[in-house]
């Protein structure tokens, strides 16, 4: 609930901007001007990163014992007040052979932040920078020890957000919602997952109230530190500079050093996602055809009522991300299986992997965009996927005989048309071509809607 707030005061206030949400209001106390925290890359470059906030600031880090105390600047920022609603409805029961599905909800939910006046706090980075010059970093230090070099970055808190007063963020619910899909659909991808708790249940009716305490911090921005091996470190000043730790080897192994990557948290400039999209190599969902059909139809109808719930997706994210990552789930006593052989866990793992791409990818659209493709019959995503294969292999209009048959309905025409406005690309045709145009101001979006069309095509072929 106080995450849901914070991100939505993020979005609403700095929606393109370096502010990072606070997730949970234990982390508050960590995040003090100049506090390291851990910026932790993920596996597809669109995603945004993940942010653990640590018990140590800078001067922890840093060689001898002086205390660094740069000063901090206290201003007024803004007053704010938040109410946002969503009404839930769905219903799915459905068997196919040995696989049961299920994803019942219904009801409303409203949440109301009333953080009232906030004000802001500013780290001295000047003489900041003065009094740690010519400073080390331990490397021997147990934070920088235990850090995974190739995928995590150190930060400082350079500026936070903090309530001046206690403030109250309230939820109300009244929902009936039980949702056994999301393990259902991990385990319908390979017989050697095993995840234990196939139910469920989100709050039921509620009516919760959140008293926040003066103080507490729902917002931060930082500044990423690169460090070399020998302990010389820089502060990242410039926006859009990402930090990280020298390489062992002259070999890009950092996700933070991604070709595709060129500006902060993952956004990318038109150039880098064209490039991404004509030469993704190895974004390839083509295992997902692979899967029995009555499986592929399973998690297509599934992830057709799934798609719609945020939370339902980003849970379906995390779950898939830590079994790539091979990181432990949560989960109950896994059974022996001594009969799987190499070959099924490879089946498997590509399996894994090329679900986790395509949710991944579903996960960053536009909600209009995913309440579209939620609506769309199997035969129009199949004959739109024909269509962004086009459009993406075209360097220029196509031949409107190119355009699927079933596009060429005026009214399948417009849904096209819809779901690629979502993602800000027109669609333009006259008598003779085919084209789009705004593909320089869409920034990731047309990649990730590529993606997404293909993958349920893929799991709906053959689906009448």
């Not at 740069?70 to 839930?88: A, H, I, S």
């Not at 409303?108 to 001295?124: A, H, I, N, P, R």
């Not at 190739?150 to 500026?159: D, M, P, T, Y």
């Not at 957000?161 to 659909?185: N, R």
């Amino acid at each position: 609930m106080f995450s849901k707030a914070t991100a939505n005061f993020v979005r609403q206030i700095d929606p393109d901007g370096s502010l990072i949400h606070v997730s949970r209001v234990n982390d508050s106390g960590k995040l003090v001007p100049m506090a390291l925290v851990i910026k932790r890359n993920r596996i597809w470059f669109w995603q945004r990163p993940k942010y653990q906030p640590t018990n140590f600031t800078l001067s922890d880090l840093l060689l001898d014992d002086r205390e660094l105390s740069p000063g901090v600047r206290e201003t007024e920022f803004v007053t704010y007040d938040g109410k946002f609603g969503d009404k839930l409805f769905g219903n799915l029961d459905t068997k196919f052979g040995s696989l049961g599905v299920e994803l019942e909800g219904r009801g409303t939910s409203e949440l109301q932040s009333s953080f009232g006046k906030l004000k802001k706090q500013e780290l001295d980075v000047k003489k900041l920078l003065c009094d740690s010059s010519n400073r080390l970093v331990d490397m021997g230090h147990v934070l920088v020890k235990q850090l995974k070099k190739k995928s995590e970055v150190l930060a400082i808190v350079k500026e936070r957000i903090l309530t001046s007063d206690s403030c109250a963020v309230t939820q109300s619910k009244k929902e009936k919602y039980i949702f056994k899909a999301v393990l259902g659909l991990v385990g319908m991808l390979g017989s050697s997952v095993k995840c234990v708790q196939d139910n469920n249940n989100i709050e039921k009716d509620s009516n919760v109230s959140l008293e926040i305490p003066s103080d507490t911090v729902i917002a931060y921005s930082i500044l990423e530190l690169e460090i070399k091996k020998s302990g010389d470190y820089v502060i990242c000043l410039q926006p859009g500079t990402i930090g990280g730790f020298e390489a062992d080897s002259p070999v890009l192994s950092s996700p933070s050093n991604h070709p595709f990557i060129d500006m902060v948290d993952g956004c990318t400039s038109p150039v880098s996602v064209l490039s991404a999209w004509k030469n993704g190599s190895q974004m390839d969902l083509s295992p997902l055809a692979e899967l029995p059909e009555l499986t592929r139809h399973a998690l297509f109808k599934t992830l057709q009522e799934t798609m719609t719930d945020r939370a339902a997706l980003s849970f379906l994210q995390c779950v898939l991300e830590e079994l790539c990552s091979g990181e432990t789930l949560d989960t109950a006593e896994h059974e022996e299986q001594d009969n799987h052989s190499e070959s099924g866990h490879s089946a498997d793992a590509a399996h894994l992997n090329a679900a986790h791409l395509f949710v991944s990818a579903m996960e960053e659209l536009p909600d209009e965009t995913l309440r579209l493709l939620s609506e769309s019959r199997a035969d129009f995503l199949w004959a739109f996927d024909k269509l962004m294969c086009s459009v993406k292999e075209s360097s220029g209009p196509l031949p409107i005989q190119c355009l699927p048959v079933l596009l060429q309905d005026n009214q399948a025409f417009q849904l096209a048309k819809q779901l690629l406005s979502s993602t800000n690309l027109t669609l333009m045709r006259n008598i003779d071509s085919l084209w789009t145009e705004g593909g320089d101001n869409a920034g990731v979006l047309p990649l990730l809607l590529c993606l997404s069309a293909n993958g349920l095509s893929l799991l709906c072929n053959g689906l009448k």
